[in-house]
């Protein structure tokens, strides 16, 4: 059992950056692969980044790729996403989940554990 806490979420204008932390119970979280995700009001859950279990392998959307970085520390039971450049589509409620299954564009439905989320706002 892993149970996942996100916090780092804010209010942030347009260009600016937050860092998004998600902490995890439990003494395997070195066994899991580690995904953020984000759900927009009306739309989708989409992935946003991936991350190896060693955090040597990363995945990142194409919306993101180049602004956000995904990162873990497994002594901390940590992953971060750093989110720079934010534009007012990134505003969603992000979520960090892990995972049991191998893969860094695995279906969401394949993350076992899910943490309750974290509002970002980016106002223009």
């Known amino acids: 059992q892993v149970q996942l806490v996100e916090s780092g979420g804010g209010l942030v204008q347009a260009g600016g950056s937050l860092r998004l932390s998600c902490a995890a119970s439990g003494r395997s979280f070195g066994s899991y692969g580690m995904g953020w995700f984000r759900q927009a009001p009306g739309k989708e859950r989409e992935s946003v980044a991936t991350?190896?279990?060693?955090?040597?392998?990363?995945y990142y959307a194409d919306s993101v790729k180049g602004r956000f970085t995904i990162s873990r520390d497994n002594a901390k039971n940590t992953v971060y996403l750093q989110m720079n450049s934010l534009k007012p589509e990134d505003t969603a409620v992000y979520y960090c989940?892990?995972?049991?299954?191998?893969?860094?564009?695995?279906?969401?439905?394949?993350?076992?554990?899910w943490g309750q989320g974290t509002q970002v706002t980016v106002f223009s």
């Open positions: 989940a892990a995972t049991s299954g191998y893969g860094l564009e695995i279906p969401s439905g394949q993350y076992n554990y």
């Open positions: 991350i190896s279990r060693g955090g040597g392998r990363t």
